[in-house]
């Protein structure tokens, strides 16, 4: 059975920094690229960071350059996203995703990533 689960999410004042966790079980995990998604009220859920499977490759949405870093330790079945310089536009519940990729490609799509954490909820206060 493959299970993601976040931790980390929190309230956070604007500028501040925040590192929320995916633990992942049940899947080859170095086979898959992570994303980090997340959706606030009335919008859709985007991709904010992605990472293949050996972490040599990612991707940030514009909104997330500069400021978030993505990282994973595949011997801990493990990906992170680093959060700093954060804006109360963050607030979202942030969401860990797997899509297997072998290629190591990193997809934007979240229909391409088949496993899904319950989400963690991460509030930025103004």
């Known amino acids: 059975q493959v299970q993601l689960v976040e931790s980390g999410g929190g309230l956070v004042q604007a500028g501040g920094s925040l590192r929320i966790t995916c633990a992942a079980s049940?899947?080859?995990?170095?086979?898959?690229?992570m994303g980090w998604f997340r959706q606030s009220p009335g919008k859709e859920r985007e991709l904010v960071a992605g990472?293949?499977?050996?972490?040599?490759?990612?991707y940030y949405a514009d909104n997330a350059k500069g400021r978030f870093t993505i990282s994973r330790d595949n011997a801990k079945n493990t990906v992170y996203l680093q959060m700093n310089s954060h804006k109360p536009k963050d607030t979202a519940v942030y969401y860990c995703a797997a899509d297997y990729s072998p290629t190591g490609t990193i997809c934007s799509r979240s229909e391409c990533y088949k496993q899904w954490g319950q989400g963690t909820q991460v509030t930025v206060s103004s």
């Open positions: 049940g899947l080859a995990f170095s086979s898959y690229t």
């Open positions: 990472i293949n499977k050996r972490g040599g490759r990612t």
